[in-house]
């Protein structure tokens, strides 16, 4: 039985050319980046060989690209040290920010008394960037405005140009979470007033623990992570070279290919809608996922119409490897914040959510081959309806 990989939002199978370029960096470029020899002098050029392709996508200075091993600890880093060190007394921020935004913030609240601000998406998991714009105006307390680019679970758009000009007419720092664009959209950070932004490899098929966080050089923000002056400083310890490698081919990869990308996997998300929509009378398409010019390319979240815990579970069986949403009534599992904010609490007792994500390597016999396992588990369910 031949596997489908329709999971691409929570990681990226790697690329051939990444795996031979880690490899080579293995085998030859094994010295310590903080060595003076000529072993760590290499390993230390292919770092900033990186750095500066990672700026020159972005469109923004060398100096401001600071290797991480995540999106996670890329976007800790941000918000820790705009308290600790920027002195920021007030996060805005919204429910459907990935865990790592959202529990870092609470954490802030907790620890340091950080006023925490949440913006009220509508049913459509838009934000009201006029709701952004007044809640800036209410308080003279040092802000911090952290809205992830696409959400990972339904791939709303944020305008980031737009909340970066809202961000700077009320002089407030502007982070969002860019781990599900970097690599798929073409950005220009040039452009944009956005102070901070984050990027995870694994994404966009380069290697897991290798990412970096961009912080614009006049933030003035610090290191949280002490030790020694790698990464300037903003974060100590032996940068992982292999990895950073990873991730560089990778981000000449998509760089390359950007238009061919997102041309192939706009046509297969639109073919999935169809037919989809075909095979499952009832189907709901959340947020606005189903919309091209205001969701990501990549991901398509969709509202089963019937209750099954056991999905995720019964297309594993067949082969194909999906995320689950976790809006049911089993009782095992809470219903994501996300869910909880698009959906009604009948669809979220009778649907069944599950997140579709695609690369540039999905095929159309691949999607007709998960619907035709839907539709399936459908009948099933409608045959079990009739005979209960």
Known sequence: MDKIYLDNAATTALAPEVIDAMVDVMNINYGNPSSTHSFGQAAKTLIEKVRREAATYLKVSPSEIIFTSCGTESNNMILKSCVHHLGVQRIITSPLEHKCVAES???????????????????KGDI????????????????LVSLMHANNEIGNLLDLKKVGEICKKHNALFHSDTVQTIGHLDLDFSAIDID??????????????SGFAFVRKSSGLKGIITGGPQERTMRAGTENVVGIVGLGKALELVMNHLQEYQ??????????????????????????????????????????????????????????AISQGSACSSGATKPSMVMMMVLD?????????????FCHTTTESEIDRFCEVLKNIFESHQIEKVNS
């Not at 901070?196 to 623990?209: I, Q, T």
């Not at 398409?285 to 995720?312: C, H, K, Q, W, Y």
Request: overall charge neutral; hydrophobic content about 35%.
């Open 128 to 143: 009201d960037l006029d709701q952004l714009d007044e809640a800036l105006g209410k308080s003279d307390k040092k802000t």
């Open 196 to 209: 901070f932004a984050s990027c995870s490899a694994h994404k966009f098929h380069g290697p897991k623990g």
């Open 345 to 357: 609490e009948d669809e979220m007792e009778n649907g069944t959510p599950l997140r579709i994500s």
């Open 105 to 123: 913030t609470q954490e802030l609240k907790k620890l340091f008394g950080v006023e925490v601000v949440y913006l009220r998406p509508n049913k």
């Open 263 to 320: 041309s192939h996997i706009q046509k297969i998300k639109n073919y999935t809608i169809k037919k989809l929509s075909e095979n499952i009378p009832g189907i709901k398409f959340n947020g606005r996922s189903a919309e091209e010019d205001r969701s990501l390319f990549t991901v398509l979240s969709a509202l089963l119409p019937f209750n099954d815990p056991m999905i995720g579970l019964k297309l594993d069986m067949e082969g194909i």
